[in-house]
């Protein structure tokens, strides 16, 4: 992702949206590796003016090496962090979940890790709560989003 912050840079956002880190750890990158990445991207963004809220990203379903990474940046950082449960509900709504095959609702991931277009609108649910608490309720008239 480092890679694309001249695009981030161009676009000039207003917010940026960071949910990554997952393929580090399946690609064996240490917790600390992952921790600087995610660290220089806050701060390139912070640059920018932009708000950042991150994203925490289950790397283990019952233990998690890289536990409380997330958190420990959106506390030092003074980020909004959408916490685990977003990440997790898709994995648990997908059909290779158990659950996800009992339940009688539609799939938010027709793989257990990446969102359909339900995840996604799930997803963006989500990240429209926390622009709500960072911008109040204008933000949701002027995305169209009631």
């Known amino acids: 992702m480092l890679n694309h912050l001249p695009a981030i840079r161009d676009a000039r956002p207003q917010v940026v949206v960071i949910e990554l880190g997952g393929n580090d750890f399946l690609r064996g990158y240490t917790k600390e590796s992952t921790r600087e990445s995610l660290r220089k991207l806050i ?4 640059e920018l003016d932009a708000e950042v809220v991150l994203v925490e990203i289950p790397r283990g379903f019952i233990i998690d090496p890289y536990s409380g990474l997330e958190r420990e940046l959106a506390r030092n950082f003074d980020l909004e962090l959408i916490p685990d449960t ?4 898709l994995v648990l709504r997908s059909p290779s979940s158990p659950l996800g095959s009992a339940l009688s609702q539609p799939y938010l991931s027709d793989d257990g890790l990446h969102p359909n277009a339900g995840g996604a609108r799930y997803l963006a649910e989500k990240v429209r709560i926390v622009l709500m608490q960072i911008y109040g309720s204008q933000i949701a008239n002027e995305l169209g989003m009631q």
């Open 43 to 46: 701060v390139a963004c912070r």
């Open 86 to 89: 977003a990440i997790r509900m």
